[in-house]
């Protein structure tokens, strides 16, 4: 078991290493794990990320609906228009530095969207995506 422990570990660290993990977002993804997230999928977190459902207004929505899908432009809050700075970490270096600040939004933005929190799997996976865009 502890093998198999520090095998993952290790794994998710090339993972993370290859994309462009931040301190924040190596803290949160070690959390996710802790929780008991064993491995990530950021297909499926392609996927959920533009997946439209009923919003909390009743109107259909998705993660795109606001922060578009291509993650190095930047996006428009489907309301209020106001711009949102682009995803991508490639292009936008303010993005996942501040652990607080990525619960935080997490939690409102998956209340938005699928009205319920994001669990600590999809949380783990919408991490893995974003840093590798
Ligand atoms: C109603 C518009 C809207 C929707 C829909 C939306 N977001 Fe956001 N999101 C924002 C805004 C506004 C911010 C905060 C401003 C910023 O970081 O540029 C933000 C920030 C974030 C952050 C923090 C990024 C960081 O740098 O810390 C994450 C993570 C995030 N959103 C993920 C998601 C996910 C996952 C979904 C779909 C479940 C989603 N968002 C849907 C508007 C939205």
Redo the contacts with the bound molecule.
Sequence with gaps: MKRLNALLLLLSLTVVATAQATPASDALLAQYKAAGVSKTDAAKAKSD?SKEVKGDDGEM???S???GTDLSKSGK???THKV??A?STKVNA???T?EK??EK??KR??K???SRE?TAQEKAD?LTF?LAQ
């Design positions: 990320w929505m998705s993660c609906s606001c922060h809050h489907h309301k949102i700075e995803m303010e993005r996942f501040d600040k990525i939004w997490f933005n998956c938005d969207v699928w994001c919408f974003l």
